[in-house]
């Protein structure tokens, strides 16, 4: 039997009821080959995508709401301002931060000193990091790699590696640390010390305080403008924001706001300072250009945190004597939607995120941990994938001794036949220094392919680079459709850094407010 290159053989999955369509390429690269072999082969790469899928995908903006009664976060989608999940963190979520790409949200449990780290793909618990005594702010720097947690009784700062989810420095600050921020060039995290009226610089780079700049009193949050040239910071007891020149940590002037004003958030353009006054129930707006304020807008009871969305449109504040959460448009400072969550929802900090674009997520083949798989540049859809044990491969020649995640095969396809695409593959640990990018196909074996991957900084995700009929293709056609069966592989199992799959603000107490 005579079959040509290019001919599509119908397969049929009889157990999904669903039909696939694969290109004969064996003319090509074995003329000679028999039918029995050329049906082996094609079997072999047909189990590769014949995929079940797992997970969602998604392009959305997200608020992450820390209840701190309930010991939850709240996920409200804002496209529509319902609450789409609730997800179990520590005790007494305080804190929140997002990471700059939106890919994991940070949560300080001031009740049992920990950090909860949320997938926001799929909103699951993944890490629980053990910092210092009765932790509250919390910010994450720009590049991801970095989280800094003020620890209220300890009178310290944590600094938490994300790439491994570990500790890696304590820095003592001022008295009864609270709120906390990184600039946008992630050289400086300023951090509010509540019991002595002052503001510690934490210079990054060697963790070092450099200068304590004396504040209002009782201060409490803190932002920093998107261009970094000034620092806002809200002062409970005598009612004010203190503003700082940042080049020089001068204070230039001193804002009368609300009655005890809490969170504090800047509009994307610099352009406007919104600040929670807690026992006012309003929101103080202050125009940066003079620094007046220009609005006060009711809002919930106590509002406490509060946070801006990418696009400065709107504002999100949490209250914390009624449950519920505030939505104000900016354009015109009014209320547009009060969403309902859990028990007192303190939330200060940066707990709004902007999540990645359709990443699946899949099981691995033991089961017990995922893989993320992100379509990029080239790419128009990610149809099926899945993880495979590379041990029902019966080719063992050049396969690496341990592949904790399998084989990860997906079925992408891409605009034009031949062109070229990038996918990003999201571990659920951060991936060792000596492990590499590995393929399997039935026609040149396993590879290491290690030329087209490219490992993020922090290990946690490799973006592959592929060619529809090229490399990275076990069809070997251009089709507008690639196959690729690659994983992470290494000599051992002790090339994977295991750090318990994570990401790449308040104390209970009477000064703090009421639980």
């Not at 944590?158 to 304590?170: D, L, P």
């Not at 070229?420 to 991936?431: G, L, M, N, Q, S």
């Not at 973006?463 to 290494?490: F, K």
């Amino acid at each position: 039997m005579n079959i040509e290159t290019g001919t599509l053989i119908e397969l049929v999955d009889q157990n999904k009821a669903a039909r696939y369509w694969l290109p004969v390429v064996t003319q090509r690269i074995f003329p000679q080959t028999s039918m029995k072999k050329i049906l082996l082969i094609i079997y072999s790469v047909f189990s590769f995508f014949v995929l079940a899928l797992s997970g969602r995908g998604y392009a959305a903006t997200y608020a992450y709401v820390s209840n701190s009664y309930d010991n939850t976060v709240s996920v409200i989608l804002t496209s529509n301002n319902t609450v789409t999940a609730t997800v179990d963190v520590g005790e007494w979520p305080y804190g929140v931060a997002v990471s700059p790409d939106g890919e994991y949200i940070y949560v300080a449990n001031g009740g049992d000193d920990t950090v909860s780290v949320i997938r926001t793909s799929d909103n699951t618990f993944t890490a629980s990091i053990t910092v210092g005594s009765s932790p509250g702010g919390i910010a994450v720097s720009p590049d991801c790699a970095y989280v800094y947690v003020s620890n209220n009784d300890d009178n310290t700062v944590s600094v938490i590696q994300t790439s491994s989810n570990k500790v890696i420095a304590t820095l003592n600050v001022g008295l009864w640390p609270e709120g906390l921020t990184a600039n946008p060039s992630g050289e400086y995290v300023y951090v509010v010390n509540t019991g002595d009226d002052s503001l510690s610089v934490i210079q990054t780079r060697d963790n070092t305080v450099v200068e304590v700049i004396t504040v209002g009193e009782w201060p409490y949050g803190v932002v920093v403008s998107p261009s970094g040239n000034h620092i806002y910071v809200s002062n409970t007891a005598d009612n004010t924001v203190s503003v700082i020149q940042a080049h020089d940590n001068t204070v230039i002037a001193t804002v009368k706001v609300g009655i005890r004003p809490i969170g504090i958030a800047v509009t994307p353009d610099g352009a406007y300072v919104y600040v929670a006054a807690s026992r006012d129930n309003k929101v103080s707006v202050i125009r940066t250009s003079d620094n007046t304020v220009v609005a006060a807008i009711k809002v919930g009871e106590w509002p406490w945190g509060i946070a801006m969305t990418p696009n400065g449109e709107y504002v999100y504040v949490s209250s914390i004597a009624d449950d519920t959460v505030s939505v104000l448009r900016t354009v015109d400072n009014s209320v547009t939607a009060t969403i309902a969550v859990g028990a007192d929802p303190y939330s200060l900090g940066n707990f709004i995120a902007s999540t990645p674009d359709d990443i699946k997520w899949v099981d691995t083949f033991v089961g017990d941990q995922q893989i993320g798989i992100l379509g990029k540049t080239g790419v128009t859809s990610i149809e099926s994938a899945e993880s495979v044990d590379p041990n029902t491969v019966a080719d063992t020649r050049n396969r690496p001794g341990s592949m904790p995640w399998g084989l990860i095969s997906f079925r992408l396809t891409v605009d034009t036949p031949g062109d070229r695409a990038e996918v990003t593959i999201y571990f659920p640990d951060a991936a060792g220094s000596n492990a590499s990018w590995h393929k399997y196909d039935s026609i040149n074996g396993w590879q290491d392919y290690a030329d087209h991957a490219t490992f993020s900084p922090d290990r946690r995700s490799v973006t592959v680079e592929l060619q529809d009929g090229g490399y990275g293709d076990a069809d070997g056609t251009a089709n507008g459709i690639i196959i690729d069966p690659s994983g992470l592989g290494s000599a051992s199992s002790t090339e994977l850094e295991s750090n318990g799959g994570g990401g790449g603000c308040f104390i209970a107490t009477a000064a703090h407010g009421p639980r």
